[in-house]
Nanobody, 121 residues
């Protein structure tokens, strides 16, 4: 069973940057497609970014394209989400997710506990 633990959330101002990390344990991260999702208060959880097992392919939600970058270091069993030019509407709980597939699905099999990101205006 794989376990996912997010870190790096916090309170920042609009325009700032933040990097989230997701530590993978229990299984080698290279076995999993990985992704980030987020859920704002009163909204459904939505897709933010995904990355293939080897890191060669990345995918982004429309609202974060050009601002967020997903990456992974399989040697460290860690996935990252670099968030630049943050906006108040990026405020949400951010979840790391994993799938034993080539790409992350809309309903991943494994989830972390989430980390809060709050962007003030």
């Amino acid at each position: 069973q794989v376990q996912l633990v997010e870190s790096g959330g916090g309170l920042v101002q609009a325009g700032d940057s933040l990097r989230l990390s997701c530590a993978v344990s229990g299984r080698a991260s290279s076995n999993y497609a990985m992704g980030w999702f987020r859920q704002a208060p009163g909204k459904e959880r939505g897709f933010v970014a995904g990355i293939s097992r080897g890191g060669g392919n990345t995918y982004y939600g429309d609202s974060v394209k050009g601002r967020f970058t997903i990456s992974r270091d399989n040697a460290k069993n860690t996935v990252y989400l670099q968030m630049n030019s943050l906006k108040p509407e990026d405020t949400a709980v951010y979840y790391c997710a994993a799938d034993r597939s080539t790409v992350i699905s809309a309903q991943p099999a494994y989830w972390g506990q989430g980390t809060q990101v709050t962007v003030s205006s």
